[in-house]
T-cell receptor
Framework: DTGVSQNPRHKITKRGQNVTFRCDPISEHNRLYWYRQTLGQGPEFLTYFQNEAQLEKSRLLSDRFSAERPKGSFSTLEIQRTEQGDSAMYLC?????????????FGPGTRLTVT | AQRVTQPEKLLSVFKGAPVELKCNYS??????LFWYVQYSRQRLQLLLRHISRESIKGFTADLNKGETSFHLKKPFAQEEDSAMYYC?????????????FGKGTKLSVKP
C-alpha cells in the first residue's frame, strides 16, 4: 500500500465544464476526507465519510459540489459548472475512526485550474 | 467559531539557531492540536500531536490552554527542517473528524 492516491494530479478545464476527481484511501481506513487549499491558505475542510455515509459537509461545499463514496472504499468529488474561484488544490485524506490523536493521511492532491 | 492562527507567514533562521513557530487557537471546548509539515514536492504529513507529548525530529510542542497556544519549538534548526508548517485543530475529541488548519508558516533554514 503506497498511501492515499488521487487522480488526476492536474486538471485544466474551461469555466462551465464539469470535473470529477478520484481518491483512493489507505485500504483499511474507514474515514475519508476532502479538503480544498488555495494559494496562501491552509487546507479547508469540505466533507468527510465514514464508510459510505457522508457525515459532515462544510458550508464551503456549494450545490455545485457533490461527493460520493459508494462502496466505502474510493471516493469521487464532482464539481459542476466550474467557476474560476474553484481553482485550487483538492486534497483527500483518510484515517481510522475514533480515539484521541488519530492521524489523517493525506494524498498528493489534485490541482484544478479553471480558465 | 473555531479558528487557528499562525501569525508568521515566513520565518527565516540560520542553521543551529532555535526556532519557534507560533500557533494560537480559539475553541471553547477541549481541542486536539496537531502540527503538520509539507516538505518541498511532498504531501502533507503529521509531525506531532499534543496528545502524545512526543518529540519528533527534535521538535516539541506544548498545549497551553490558558494562552490557547500550541507553539512548535526546536532548539537547533537544521537545513532539512525547511518546509511549510501547518497547525491544526480537531474539535470534540475526534468525533467530528475534520481538521481546522491555520494558514501555515514557511520555515527557511539558511546555512
Amino acid at each position: 500500500d503506497t498511501g492515499v492516491s488521487q487522480n488526476p494530479r492536474h486538471k485544466i478545464t474551461k469555466r462551465g465544464q464539469n470535473v470529477t476527481f478520484r481518491c483512493d484511501p489507505i485500504s483499511e481506513h474507514n474515514r475519508l476526507y476532502w479538503y480544498r487549499q488555495t494559494l496562501g491558505q491552509g487546507p479547508e475542510f469540505l466533507t468527510y465519510f465514514q464508510n459510505e455515509a457522508q457525515l459532515e459537509k462544510s458550508r464551503l461545499l456549494s450545490d455545485r459540489f457533490s461527493a460520493e463514496r459508494p462502496k466505502g472504499s474510493f471516493s469521487t468529488l464532482e464539481i459542476q459548472r466550474t467557476e474560476q474561484g474553484d481553482s485550487a488544490m483538492y486534497l483527500c485524506a483518510s484515517s481510522l475512526a475514533g480515539g484521541l490523536g488519530y492521524e489523517q493521511y493525506f494524498g498528493p492532491g489534485t490541482r484544478l485550474t479553471v480558465t | 467559531a473555531q479558528r487557528v492562527t499562525q501569525p508568521e507567514k515566513l520565518l527565516s533562521v540560520f542553521k543551529g539557531a532555535p526556532v519557534e513557530l507560533k500557533c494560537n487557537y480559539s475553541y471553547s471546548g477541549s481541542p486536539e492540536l496537531f502540527w503538520y509539515v509539507q516538505y518541498s514536492r511532498q504531501r502533507l504529513q503529521l509531525l506531532l500531536r499534543h496528545i502524545s507529548r512526543e518529540s519528533i525530529k527534535g521538535f516539541t510542542a506544548d498545549l497551553n490552554k490558558g494562552e490557547t497556544s500550541f507553539h512548535l519549538k526546536k532548539p537547533f534548526a537544521q537545513e532539512e527542517d525547511s518546509a511549510m508548517y501547518y497547525c491544526a485543530l480537531r474539535k470534540n475529541g475526534g468525533s467530528q473528524g475534520n481538521l481546522i488548519f491555520g494558514k501555515g508558516t514557511k520555515l527557511s533554514v539558511k546555512p
